[in-house]
């Protein structure tokens, strides 16, 4: 990439993050919300080098990652400018790895998982967010709504884990409105499990909303939103 096409993409990502930030504080004023309590995960997955070095310089501070061979290298390469989230599905195969670099796992969505991070771990305390299943989409991974609960005091259990919340992808919508009622329940499930004051289970995140429903999301108390395509674009594969 010469210098022109550099210059020229970061001005399309500099005006994409600003609408996206801009509709953000709209949501939460609009929803009695302190905008300062939204964190924005720009979801980095599939887009290359450039990108990412132009998100860095743009102030972006949490990038979202789906592969974990993936994020390594790019974990190799950017290290420390960014704090990187687990938030595609994780194999327990690639768990070691993943512990590695990501300071947030947002896609437990499993008890054996849980069980191979808690392993993995030892030593500290890794955070973790658990994968809700709100459809109960047969296509999707996570946590059936109804088991939510319990299951939250189970692996809560396990040493070298601390839950820090719920994650949550609804099915898929044409519009954005029709969102509401699974972010309703995992709302319902997260605020349930804070109110059990687990040790390990502060459960005070709660991770949903993408690019197609981010500012719905913020209406409805996510705390992580993860917006990738409406940063930067359609993506590389």
């Known amino acids: 990439m010469n210098e022109q096409e ?27 919300r302190n905008p300062n309590d939204i964190t924005l995960v720009a979801v980095t997955k599939t887009f290359g080098a ?26 190799q390469r950017f290290g420390s400018r960014a704090e990187w989230h687990m938030v595609g599905h994780l194999q327990k195969n690639k768990v070691k790895y ?33 994968q809700v299943n709100v459809g109960e989409e047969k296509n999707k991974f996570g946590f059936p709504p109804a088991e939510a609960i319990e299951l939250t005091k189970k692996i809560a259990e396990l040493p070298n884990l601390r839950i820090r919340g719920f994650m949550a992808i609804p099915p898929r919508v044409e519009n954005p ?26 459960a005070d995140l ?19 939103v993860r917006v990738g395509m409406a940063i930067f674009g359609k993506r590389d594969a």
Do not use: C
């Open 6 to 32: 550099q210059s020229e993409l970061k001005k399309r990502i500099s005006a994409n993050l600003e609408t996206v930030e801009a509709n953000i504080r709209s949501a939460a004023i609009r929803a009695g």
């Open 177 to 202: 409105e029709e969102s509401r009622p699974w972010f309703r329940k995992i709302m319902e499930i997260k605020n349930e499990a804070q109110g059990l004051k687990l040790p390990s289970a502060p």
């Open 98 to 130: 993943a512990l590695e670099f990501f300071q947030l796992i947002h896609s437990v969505a499993s008890m054996e998982l849980a069980e191979e991070i808690s392993k993995r771990g030892a030593g500290r305390k890794v955070d973790i967010l658990l």
């Open 50 to 75: 450039e990108v990412i070095e132009v998100a860095l310089e743009l102030g972006l501070k949490i990038l979202g990652e789906s592969r974990v061979q993936e994020a390594r290298e790019k974990f």
């Open 206 to 224: 709660a991770s949903f909303g993408m690019s197609g429903d981010y500012e719905v999301a913020v209406e409805e108390g996510a705390t992580h």
